[in-house]
């Protein structure tokens, strides 16, 4: 496919482009990020003057592409050159950056768009959702963690320190300089904040925005890390999405709260008749089923882009937690308002709770919306809620109702994706090895790490 410009469409750039420089010159906007999500989920990219806008549409802000983590790309040739082409709807100020907008790129390379940019990959079953008419809605709500610095031991506000300390109003309060920053940034930039609160583990926090399209949540996603950081760093405060820093507190998850919507905005997952005659009763419709059916289907696979990292598996770990509740899922199942299944139904929507914090939110939204897909073009059966705590259950429960365990470390997860061929004819077989040849790396260099656990435990016991 030809991504050259013709000269009408050149013209239209041109015009669009010159709006937007008139428009951000007003609010005395100099620079432009110019920002691509890289495979691990990490913000990167470069400052361009906002004169040269232009050069960022076409042919784009060029990148060494073997500088990039996942590219692949090699050292020379056409194809060692990573273009990130601005895709100018997401063009604005950065409220907490004064002077300073963002722009997203989608990767090109060779002129084609890059099959291992995660926001192609997105785009591409986005595109499959479209050509039945449908969008998918995600609403993303993100846990973190914020800390401090003192005298080198990096942990919590000295006040943050309650047994239980889940919608603590006290360590709260004291972060509202941070949190009203952050909110009246996420806001102005159209996220819409409509809940804060404090978690269940000390220095812990979500933030809750309103939902929007795949594509959307998923940039939405980057905004407000990129925002939370900028601003923690400037209230000399530590920011941070890793999923369990602490092996005694709860870790940090990123549920997806999922819907269809059709042509005409209709949401098609609500069933008012599975309520009165289907003995599942979940107020989903046969869609929504099978959609949730492919998502634990592909679970499996599903956890190395929902969990990427060897740190995500201290809180899926299905052992007794050293943090004592934990809420993050470890068996495959779905339940009626049950936070303790991988899938949760709630108010006609998925709550889909394998995601953490570290997640490229890019590659686990295409991965849902291609296991999704499955399950429909199939007509998979998710099988009988689960209504029960799983965490209470024995051993012989859980396997006399069928829950499988998800992986447990990341070189598991990864395996999982590389032998799903499903996911990996979706998100492309270019894409599949290089995460699961990073991913697999990243497993076994932490498996030849000796910690200061094993050292204490080990080094004069035998």
């Not at 110019?34 to 989920?41: C, N, R, S, V």
């Not at 497993?443 to 000796?450: D, G, I, R």
Request: proline letters at 5%; one cysteine or more.
């Amino acid at each position: 496919m030809k991504t050259t410009p013709n000269d009408t469409h050149v013209a239209d750039i041109a015009a669009e482009i010159a709006d937007h420089q008139a428009r951000l010159t007003g609010d005395n906007i100099k620079f432009v990020f110019a920002q691509f999500t890289d495979i691990h989920g990490a913000a990167k990219g470069k400052l361009i003057p906002l004169t040269h806008l232009d050069d960022i549409v076409y042919p784009g802000a060029g990148f060494s592409g073997p500088s990039i983590w996942g590219t692949g790309l090699p050292r020379t040739g056409v194809r060692s050159e990573y273009y990130g082409r601005a895709d100018l709807s997401t063009l604005q100020s950065m409220p907490w950056l004064p002077g300073y907008a963002r722009v997203v790129l989608d990767g090109h390379v060779a002129g084609q768009p890059f099959t291992v940019c995660p926001r192609q990959i997105l785009r591409k079953q986005v595109a499959r959702l479209a050509a039945r008419g449908w969008t998918l809605n995600a609403g993303l709500e993100p846990e973190f963690f914020l800390l401090q610095d003192k005298d080198g031991k990096i942990d919590s506000e000295s006040g943050d320190t309650l047994d239980k300390p889940s919608y603590d109003t006290k360590s709260l309060l004291r972060r509202t300089s941070f949190l009203e920053k952050l909110t009246a940034s996420l806001d102005a930039c159209g996220l819409g904040v409509f809940q804060i609160d404090h978690e269940d583990a000390s220095g812990q926090f979500e933030v809750n925005y309103k939902y929007a399209d795949a594509l959307k949540a998923a940039d939405n996603f980057m905004l407000f890390k990129m925002a939370a950081h900028h601003i923690a760093e400037q209230e000399g405060l530590i920011f941070t999405m890793m999923p369990k820093p602490f092996a005694d507190r709860p870790g940090s998850g990123l549920h997806f709260h999922l819907s269809i919507a059709d042509a005409d905005g209709k949401l098609i997952f609500g069933s008012a008749q599975d309520k009165s005659t289907d003995e599942r009763g979940l107020g989903l419709s046969t869609i929504a089923y099978q959609f949730m059916a492919g998502l634990l289907e592909h679970a499996p696979a599903l956890t190395a882009l929902c969990a990427p990292t060897v740190n995500s598996y201290k809180r899926l770990m299905c052992g007794q937690s050293l943090s004592g509740t934990s809420w993050a899922p470890a068996f495959i199942g779905f339940g009626d308002n049950n936070r303790t299944t991988v899938a949760r139904v709630v108010y006609q929507r998925i709550e889909w709770r394998l995601p953490d914090s570290s997640a490229n939110p890019y590659l686990a939204l295409a991965g849902v919306i291609a296991a999704g897909l499955d399950g429909i073009e199939r007509a998979l059966d998710p099988g009988q809620p689960v209504n029960r705590d799983i965490y209470e259950m024995t051993a012989a429960e859980r396997d006399e109702l069928g829950l499988q365990i998800l992986p447990q470390n990341l070189g598991v997860a990864a395996e999982a994706l590389k032998r799903d061929e499903v996911l990996a004819h979706a998100l492309g077989e270019d894409f599949v090895h290089q995460f699961v040849n990073l991913k697999s790396a990243e497993w076994l260099e932490y498996s030849q790490h000796v910690s200061s656990w094993e050292s204490a435990r080990y080094m004069k016991q035998f």
